[in-house]
């Protein structure tokens, strides 16, 4: 126990300590010594949640004492508490952390990504001069995701929720010297606020209604409850997760926050951070079983933006922002996973999602390197030559996205659509749409990066090793990431499901009654269409030469989806300019009008009266003591008369 | 004692008064109205001093020892007062060569 606190203590810790040690000794690291410094505390805490993982065994317990039981058996979780916190009359609440199987499995996937994105950070950010300042910004995010996710009660997990927005705004915001980027960072903040709204009036109302914010002693009372309750309750966290997790109608954040270094699109706005909606809502599953409608909701507002978004992708031709859409869109499909109540896929797809997105994007950083900067695909082509790495490792995320077997993403994208057809075909047919315009923008990107002729301008070269490593031990993990879910039907027993289920009492709820035959014959339509995707991809695209017309000059339909379905001219519309409006009549009227002169008057009539009161000081000892005998005089009348 | 008390008793109640009234009213006006400092610590005096005679007065019609003894205590502050006071007198005259209370008129506004 003691070795398990104080393991606990250490995961977030690690990269606390690297944060505030960075800041503060910024000038005088100098060259990678921050960035060692930063990777290292990481890398330990990676070691650190790896022995805790080992420690906690929790799939043993659960087969000792039976499998497919209704509730996780006693043990499956952990609680860490290090302080009392707050505590005011009836609300207790202790600086806790919870380690279950949920927890345990983020906290891997944040301290691993995230070791290997920071080693890559070392290469990538080598010639930057405020390069102590990113590490000591990424680790501090580090620190923050490692709270979020291992919180024992809302509030924890809301410091680490409102402490990654931050992170996220800095960083997106790193390049400060561009307007650009500050008005991106800007954006992702403001959005991420709205959600967060949300996200308070839920725990405000949790609180209200159960006394209580630890999840444990939630989820017991969360039985008792009316419907209409919980269906408010969900709704403001489902309110929450969508600015977090960027999807409609708060995604629009997101594809300006590439606006960041590319190690920080990778960990924050593909591997973690964007992900925290998923682990709210997987979290708090027990809320959301019992919420039919806002599990509707869940599922259409994921499925709307999952081929929303897809479709958008097809039209960019920023390296990242293709990636980025790409992200939105997948985490549609682990929203509509959540609203199917498939957590355990949810979780899955995020795992593998972090892998071979991380890959994708730390891909890309490196193809931008490699070309000093360019990010517009129509520049580029014919790399596979040059960059032999990165094109390998690229290739295999690509796959690996789109879904072909036995790649991670074919099992984990799989899983969501088989729970899909179970609701029905034609969401089944939709969650198809999405993959296949996935592997279609994904395709495209990879033969206009790396096949064809080279169309720009700069010399290309390959990244060095501290770069290459990560991609590589990236693409390994989207191969067999699959096996950490392996599914019934080609001979795995779904490990991780299994896992998860021990913390999340929702995924108990899973169970799929499809036949064999069923299930193959999906997964053979959906591989036979994404490989002719990938033909017609190839037939457009690799052997191109010359330039994509610009946006404008496409068809109507076109160019409505290359300009984002118009969604940031319609926000523009909605709420920019009412906004602005009343801003300025405001400004006009109330404070020019109304608040000025108050204020002003006020000063002004203050001021007389003090340049008359002023005369009664006149210096003159006689006139005082006058004074003070005709007050004595007027209280000692009013004390004897006055009543 | 008691001769004292008989003492003051042959004069009305009401002359003490009224003759303290006076003299505080002679004081009062010399602080307000005159310019000279010494002056105006003599008439602070002579307000002490009517007040002194008022409670000596009711002390003795009312046999009650603690007006007199307030006025021990009024003669000792007002002792340690006047020093104070004169010494400030010193003070003012060697800085500005005056008694005028009409030349500290520099504490204003």
């Known amino acids: 126990m003691v070795t398990t606190n104080l393991l606990a203590t250490l995961v977030p810790g690690l990269p606390l300590f690297g944060a505030v040690v960075i800041a503060a000794m910024r000038r005088q690291l100098k060259g990678n010594a921050a960035g060692m410094l930063g990777t290292t505390m990481v890398v330990a805490s990676f070691v650190c949640s790896l022995l805790l993982f080992l420690d906690h065994d929790v799939v043993s317990v659960m087969h000792e004492a039976g499998l497919h039981q209704e509730h996780p058996p006693e043990g499956a979780s952990h609680i860490v508490t290090l302080f009392d916190w707050i505590s005011i009359g009836n609300m207790h609440i202790p600086f806790a952390f919870q380690i279950d199987a949920l927890s345990l499995t983020m906290m891997l996937i944040v301290t691993g990504i995230g070791s290997l994105i920071h080693l890559y950070s070392i290469g990538y950010m080598h010639d930057d001069a405020r390069v102590s300042t990113f590490f000591a910004q990424i680790n501090l995010f580090t620190f923050a995701m490692l709270l979020l996710v291992m919180g024992a009660n809302f509030v924890v997990t809301f410091i680490g929720w409102e402490g990654v927005g931050l992170c996220s705004y800095l960083l997106i915001g790193f390049w400060y010297t561009t307007p650009a980027y500050n008005y991106a960072a800007r954006k992702a903040f403001v959005m991420n606020r709205i959600g967060d709204v949300g996200f308070v009036l839920g725990l405000a109302m949790i609180f209200h209604l159960t006394g209580t914010l630890t999840y444990t002693e939630v989820f017991e009372k969360a039985g008792s409850l009316s419907t209409p309750v919980l269906t408010g309750i969900t709704l403001l966290l489902f309110i929450g997760a969508i600015g977090k997790s960027a999807q409609l109608p708060l995604f629009t954040w997101l594809p300006d926050a590439m606006a960041g270094p590319t190690p920080v699109s990778a960990l924050i706005h593909a591997a973690t951070m964007v992900t925290a909606g998923i682990f709210l809502i ?52 682990m929203f509509v996973a959540l609203g199917l109540g498939a957590y355990s896929s949810a979780m899955f797809h995020v795992t593998t999602h972090a892998f071979f997105k991380a890959l994708l994007f730390l891909g890309a950083g490196s193809v931008i390197h490699a070309l000093g900067g360019e990010q517009d695909i129509r520049k580029m082509g014919g790399l596979k030559g040059v960059t032999k790495i990165t094109y390998v490792t690229f290739l295999i995320g690509t796959l690996a996205i789109a879904g072909i077997p036995p790649l991670s993403g074919f099992f984990s994208k799989d899983a969501i659509m088989l729970a899909a057809y179970e609701r029905s075909p034609l969401l089944f047919a939709a969650t198809m749409l999405v993959s296949l315009l996935t592997c279609f923008y994904m395709f495209r990107l990879l033969f206009l990066t790396f096949f064809g002729t080279y169309r720009g301008k700069a010399h290309a070269h390959e990244s ?16 067999i990431g699959g096996l950490l879910n392996l599914p019934h039907i080609v001979g795995g027993h779904e490990p991780m499901k299994e896992y998860l289920a021990t913390a999340a009492d929702g995924i108990n709820g899973e169970n799929s009654d499809m036949s064999a035959n069923t299930e193959w014959m999906l997964m053979g339509l959906t591989t036979v269409l994404i490989l002719s995707v990938i033909v017609l991809a190839y037939n457009r695209f690799a052997k191109k030469t010359t330039l994509d017309p610009e946006a404008d000059d496409l068809p109507l339909f076109s160019r409505l989806i290359a300009r984002k379905w118009m969604l940031d001219e319609l926000y523009s519309a909605l709420i920019e300019k009412p906004y602005g409006w009343f801003s300025n009549t405001f400004f006009s009227v109330g404070e020019r009008k109304l608040m000025v002169p108050l204020m002003e008057n006020t000063g002004r009539w203050t001021q007389k009266a003090g340049k008359a009161m002023r005369m009664l000081q006149s210096g003159n000892m006689s006139f005082y003591l006058f004074g003070m005998v005709v007050g004595i005089i007027v209280f000692l009348a009013i004390t004897l008369y006055g009543g | 004692m008691d001769g004292i008390i008989t003492a003051i008793r042959v004069v009305p109640l009401l002359d003490y008064v009224v003759l303290s009234f006076i003299l505080f009213s002679i004081g009062m006006a010399g602080v307000m109205f005159r310019r000279n400092t010494i002056i105006i610590l003599m008439c602070l005096e002579l307000m002490f001093n009517s007040v002194n005679l008022l409670l000596a007065a009711f002390s003795a019609y009312h046999s009650d020892p603690g007006g007199q003894v307030f006025v021990f205590f009024i003669m000792l502050v007002a002792a340690a007062e006047v020093t104070v006071g004169l010494a400030i007198l010193v003070m003012m005259k060697r800085n500005v060569d005056s008694v005028d209370i009409n030349q500290l008129n520099r504490l204003k506004w």
């Open chain 1, 282 to 333: 997987v979290r708090s599953s027990v809320l959301f079983s019992l919420a039919p409608i806002t599990q509707d909701v869940v599922l259409y507002t994921g499925l709307i933006t999952a081929l929303l978004t897809a479709s958008i992708g097809v039209f960019q031709n920023d390296i990242k922002k293709v990636l980025a859409y790409s992200t939105v869109s997948q985490l549609g499909l």
């Open chain 1, 464 to 479: 060095p090793l501290t770069m290459t490593l990560p991609l590589m031990v990236l693409a390994v993990l989207s191969v």
